[in-house]
């Protein structure tokens, strides 16, 4: 695993981390990609192997239909692995207040013990639900840190916004932007 250091709970080194993201209409994945360039990080987008319905209201009945079934639809496969990771930040859109099917499945099917996992998620201004403790419930094992909010794609603030987030938890940013 490349290593990390933590000091008094910040992360005082990590080396490449890794960032990990399903997006439906692109706004998570502006947030994973702006994560990428301030960490040098390596960036795998997930994708179901079965697309969602275009159409917001069949969308919407088979997303709360998945969610309160727990259904963990099949992904395509995935760039980067996380095994071999330390630091792992995790995005996903909020979908009825909670993270996406496919967001669950990745974590589902991957073993993320022993990691740092720094979440993010972009909502509209809607219900929210707990992020942060829907991630420490799936992933038990891991370090999981303070959950970032950001609504839409974060717009002009969004560097603002990670960094004022990454500096909370002691992370020194690859490159300001
Ligand atoms: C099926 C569905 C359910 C949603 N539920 C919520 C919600 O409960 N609360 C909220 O603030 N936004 C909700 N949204 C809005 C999305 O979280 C928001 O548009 C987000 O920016 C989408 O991210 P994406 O572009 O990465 O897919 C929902 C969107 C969809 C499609």
Known sequence: MSPAS?????????????IVSYSY???THRIAE????MTGGDWCEIYPWQPYPMA???L???VKKEIKSRYYPKLL?????PRSYSVIFLGTPNWCGTIAPPMASWINQNDLSGKIILPFYSHCGGAAGDFQENIV???PKADVREALSV???????LGEILQSWMARNGIRVFQTV
């Open 6 to 18: 933590v000091e008094n709970n910040h992360i005082k080194f990590m080396e490449r981390p890794l």
């Open 25 to 27: 209409s692109g706004n």
């Open 34 to 37: 702006r994560i990428r360039v």
């Open 56 to 58: 917001f209201p069949e």
């Open 60 to 62: 919407l009945k088979q």
């Open 77 to 81: 496969p995935a760039s980067y692995l």
């Open 137 to 139: 419930k799936r992933c």
């Open 151 to 157: 609504i839409d794609d974060g717009g002009k603030s």
